[in-house]
Every structure is written in C-alpha cells, then in structure tokens.
C-alpha cells in the first residue's frame, strides 16, 4: 500500500476529529469520518472548506491527489482495514471505552487505534493490558489544523512498533509527533500549560498582576520567543554560556520560586542539568550557537511585523480593546 492510498477512519465529527480528517485528506489519505449526528454530517462540508482556506492562508496546505473525506453515520459502514482509526469522541471514559469496543470489534486486533483525548489514558480506556497492544494516545492542540503538533502517548504495553507506525503516519501527513515517553497525568502539552496558567492564579490572586497584564506579558513577551524556540533552547540562546550559565544565574530564584509553591524535585539536580545541557548541544553544537541566536533576532523582528499586520487587519489589538 502506498501512503497515497491510505485509509484512515475517524470517529467523530467535532472540531478535532474533523481538523485531523481534513489535515490526512490533504495529505492525499481516504478519511471516512463517523458522527450519528444528522446535523454534523450536514455541516461538514463547509467547515471542510474553510479549513481547506485556513490551511492554505497559513501556508500548510499539500493538496496532494486522491485525498477525500466521506461522512458515515455509522462504524459499521467504514472499511475494516483502514491503516489508522482515531476515536475522536467526547472527552467521556464511559463513553471512550464503549467506543474503543466498538472499533476493535470492527477493525480487529491488529489496526493501531489512537484517541486524541486531552487527559485520559489509554490504560483508563483499556482496562485489560493485553487489549493496549495497538493502542495508543495521540493528542493533538486545538485546532489541529493550523497548530500540528501532535503527543503520542501509549500505555506500558504499547507494542512500540504501533507507536512508530502512528508516528510516521502523522509526521507524513503534515502533523509534528512528539514521542511521549510514558503515561501521565495531563501527558506534556497540558502540564507545560498548565504549569503557566497556575502560577498566572497565584499572580492575579496576590495582586501582584491582573488578568490583562498577564495575557500581555505572555502575548506581548513570553510568547513571541517561544513561538520560535522552546523553553530550554530560549534559555539557551538568551545566556552567554548556554544552559549552565543560565542554571547558575538563575536556578536559585527559580529554586526558591517553586519552593515557595510547594513543588517537588527542586533544586534541579547535577544529573538533570548536565543531561540537559547534553541534548542541548546535540541539537545546536557550540560553534552554531551565535548563528542560531543571528537567526532567532532576524525571525522575531519579521514576526513582530507579521504580528502587527495581522492585527491591524482584523480589528482590536486584544480583547476589549475600542
């Protein structure tokens, strides 16, 4: 089977079941997306098309030949040998469950099986470890077809073949995998996010900032840099002397900072830090360091521009705002 000739099923027709169909449909996969909902199915074709114009707008659509989406009301009219089913239902275990029944009793033992819920594991859905074999999470952000990345998490009995096959199946169709290495709660994404978001509370209840300042800071500071580099290579970039300088300059404050939160684990140990440091310089060698740092100005200052005319042409700078 060639990857143009790939089937891919997904069950429900919601905001993400539907941007991930449209994402492998353009990819040039056959999508056969479930919803019993009458009006979802009546509804899709136009939400199908303006992702198409989203995607194209933000410069990520392939528009590769023999790419499809059809509506089924129900599983049992799909293919049995689609190459990937992506349960794409409500962020419900009871409901979960009874849908991975579902697709299994259909497709069978062998055909991977992802669900891109945002909390629940596959361990929760699949209460028998010998079920998780061809079962993995695949969690993508919101909406899927403009922010790719996408977090594979699978469960201890994961069979790891099943996890590169998923993998390689969603890097191909224009996602970004990132491989997570074990189940837990919130996975990454919404641990880093939520990392943020607590401590936003804890400002805005101490009075030390208020809602729209924090937004600001983020939008207007924080995000811009991470928008082109994540938090270990901003650190990395922004200190002269890369990841170890930054840790001695500031891993005190932030050692005192979580401390005061009640965290665990701190301060950072020698181990932590020095295999940091090391995946650090594999990604970006020390004689590359000050090009990166050229390159990152020169990308935020053409972002920056970007940011304000995208804003200039569509109305208020920030919610709220005349």
């Known amino acids: 089977m060639t990857r143009e000739s790939v089937w891919i099923t997904v069950l429900g027709g919601g905001e993400i079941g539907l941007g991930m169909a449209a ?40 528009d590769r030949s023999g790419g499809e989406v059809v509506l089924r009301e129900a599983l049992a009219d799909t293919r049995k040998q689609a190459a990937l089913v992506v349960e794409a239902g409500p962020e419900d275990l ?47 952000a919101n909406p899927p077809t403009l922010i790719r990345i996408v977090e594979c998490v699978p469960a201890p009995e994961t069979d790891l073949a099943v996890v590169e096959t998923v993998t390689d199946l969603l890097n191909w169709a224009g996602f970004s995998a990132v491989r997570i290495g074990h189940e837990v709660e919130g996975f990454a994404l919404n641990r880093l996010q939520s990392a943020l978001l607590r401590e936003a509370y804890r400002l805005v209840e101490a009075g030390v900032v208020d809602v729209n300042g924090a937004d600001r800071l983020v939008s207007e500071g924080l995000g811009l840099r991470w ?96």
């Open 23 to 62: 994402v492998f449909a353009d990819a040039g996969a056959s999508v056969e997306v479930v919803d019993p909902d009458g009006s979802v199915r009546a509804s899709a074709q136009d939400k199908l098309q303006a992702y198409s114009t989203e995607m194209q707008v933000a410069g990520l659509l392939q």
């Open 227 to 322: 928008a082109l580099s994540g938090p270990f290579e901003t650190a990395d970039l922004n200190t002269a002397g890369g990841i170890a300088a930054h840790v001695q300059r500031m891993g005190p404050a932030y050692t005192r900072i979580g401390m005061d939160n009640g965290e665990r684990g701190l301060p950072w140990s020698e181990q932590l830090v020095a295999s940091v440091i090391a995946q650090r310089n594999a990604a970006l060698p020390a004689e590359r360091r000050n090009t990166r740092v050229e390159w990152r100005r020169r990308a935020l200052a053409a972002l920056i521009a970007h940011k304000h005319e995208v804003i200039n042409a569509n109305g208020a700078r920030r919610a709220g705002d005349d």
């Open 94 to 140: 009871s409901i979960k469950r009874q849908l991975f029944s579902e697709i299994r009793a259909h497709v069978g033992d062998d055909v991977p099986i992802v669900t891109t819920s945002s909390a629940i594991t596959i361990s929760q859905i699949l209460e028998d470890p010998g079920d998780r074999r061809a079962a993995l999470v695949a969690h993508p």
